[in-house]
C-alpha cells in the first residue's frame, strides 16, 4: 500500500511543488486548500491523490481535515498553507493580521498537535512545517506579524523537535526556512523581493531530501542559512536594523 503524505497549500507555490515530490517518490498525496478547481488541476497530473477543500483559518476546518484524513494512518503532513502582508504595522488592517495568525500559526499548531499524537502512538511519521528565514530573525520591520508568525513555527518545531528525542521517539519534526522562494507569495503581500529568489521546484526538493534526513532545520539555500546565523549572533537592535533596510527595498512604490 503507498504511503500516504498530507500538504496544505498545496493549490500554488512550495506545497505544490512540495506534493509533485512526494508524488515522485511514490506517496499518495492529499492536497489542501481553498482553491478546489487548482487542487483538481494537480491531481490530475500525481499518480495518486484526494483533494480536500478547505480554510485553514478556521478551527472547525482544521478539525474536518484531521477527522477527514485520520484513517489514512499518514505518513507526512506538511503544514505549509500561510501567507504574509507588508506594511508597517500600525497600517496593516487587523483582519489581515488576525487571518495570518490563524492560518500561519493556528492551524499549524492545530494539525501539528492532532497528528502528532497519531504519530507518537504508531511511532513512525513525518511532520515539515513550513516556516522561513523569517523564522530565525529576531523580528521583521514592515512585516511585523509575519516574522512572528514564524518566529512561533521554529519555536514550536525545535521544541517538539527535543521532546521526541528525548523520548527515543522515531517521529521527526523539521522546520522548512527558505528565504525569497518565486511563488504567488509576493502578489498576496503586495511585496516585491529585494534579493534574488530560488525556485519552488528546488525549495520542495531540498524540503523533501531535509525532511527525510531529519533535519530540524532546513534552510535551501547556503547563502541564507549563514545569514540567519550571523543576525542571531548580532546584537538585537543592529540586527532588527539591517532586517528593516532589507524589508524596505520590498515595497513596490519604491520601484
Ligand atoms: N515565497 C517565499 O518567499 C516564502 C519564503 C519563506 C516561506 N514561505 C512560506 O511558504 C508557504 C507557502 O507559501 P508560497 O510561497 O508557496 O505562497 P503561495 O504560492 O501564495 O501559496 C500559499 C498557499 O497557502 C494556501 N493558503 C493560504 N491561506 C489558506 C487558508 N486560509 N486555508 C488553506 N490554504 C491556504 C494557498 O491556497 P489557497 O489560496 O488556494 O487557499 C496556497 O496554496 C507559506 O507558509 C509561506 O509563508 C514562503
Given at each position: 500500500m503507498a504511503r500516504t503524505a498530507l500538504v496544505t497549500g498545496a493549490s500554488s507555490g512550495i506545497g505544490r511543488e512540495i506534493a509533485r515530490e512526494l508524488?515522485?517518490?511514490?506517496?499518495?498525496?492529499?492536497?489542501?486548500?481553498?482553491?478546489?478547481?487548482?487542487?483538481?488541476?494537480?491531481?490530475e497530473e500525481l499518480s495518486d491523490s484526494r483533494v480536500i477543500a478547505c480554510d485553514l483559518s478556521r478551527r472547525e476546518e482544521c478539525e474536518r481535515l484531521y477527522e477527514e484524513t485520520k484513517a489514512e494512518r499518514l505518513t507526512v503532513l506538511v503544514n505549509n498553507a500561510g501567507f504574509g502582508k507588508l506594511?508597517?504595522?500600525?497600517?496593516?488592517?487587523?483582519?489581515?493580521?488576525?487571518?495570518?495568525?490563524?492560518?500561519?500559526?493556528?492551524?499549524?499548531?492545530?494539525?501539528?498537535?492532532?497528528?502528532?499524537?497519531?504519530?507518537?502512538?504508531?511511532?513512525?511519521g513525518y511532520i515539515l512545517n513550513v516556516a522561513s528565514s523569517a523564522g530565525l530573525m529576531p523580528g521583521g520591520p514592515l512585516?511585523?506579524?509575519?516574522?512572528?508568525?514564524?518566529?512561533y513555527v521554529?519555536?514550536?518545531?525545535?521544541?517538539?523537535?527535543?521532546?521526541?528525542?528525548?523520548?527515543?521517539?522515531?517521529?521527526?519534526i523539521s522546520?522548512?526556512?527558505?528565504?525569497?522562494?518565486?511563488?504567488?507569495?509576493?502578489?498576496?503581500?503586495?511585496?516585491?523581493?529585494?534579493?534574488?529568489?530560488?525556485?519552488?521546484?528546488?525549495?520542495?526538493?531540498?524540503?523533501?531530501?531535509?525532511?527525510?534526513?531529519?533535519?530540524l532545520i532546513i534552510t535551501p539555500e547556503r547563502g541564507m542559512g549563514l545569514a540567519a546565523k550571523a543576525a542571531q549572533l548580532a546584537p538585537r537592535r543592529i540586527s532588527l536594523a539591517i532586517t528593516g533596510q532589507l524589508q524596505s527595498g520590498k515595497q513596490k512604490d519604491k520601484e
Open positions: 508524488d515522485k517518490r511514490g506517496f499518495r498525496v492529499i492536497l489542501a486548500a481553498r482553491r478546489e478547481d487548482r487542487l483538481r488541476e494537480l491531481a506594511g508597517r504595522f500600525e497600517e496593516i488592517p487587523l483582519d489581515d493580521e488576525l487571518a495570518m495568525i490563524d492560518t500561519n500559526v493556528k492551524a499549524l499548531h492545530i494539525l501539528t498537535k492532532l497528528f502528532l499524537q497519531d504519530f507518537i502512538r504508531e511511532d513512525r512585516m511585523a506579524t509575519y516574522y512572528a508568525t514564524k518566529a521554529t519555536s514550536l518545531t525545535g521544541a517538539i523537535y527535543e521532546e521526541l528525542k528525548q523520548a527515543d521517539s522515531s517521529v521527526s522546520a522548512l526556512c527558505p528565504g525569497p522562494v518565486d511563488t504567488e507569495f509576493n502578489s498576496v503581500a503586495n511585496a516585491q523581493f529585494g534579493v534574488k529568489s530560488i525556485s519552488a521546484e528546488y525549495c520542495a526538493k531540498r524540503a523533501v531530501e531535509g525532511l527525510f534526513a531529519r533535519q
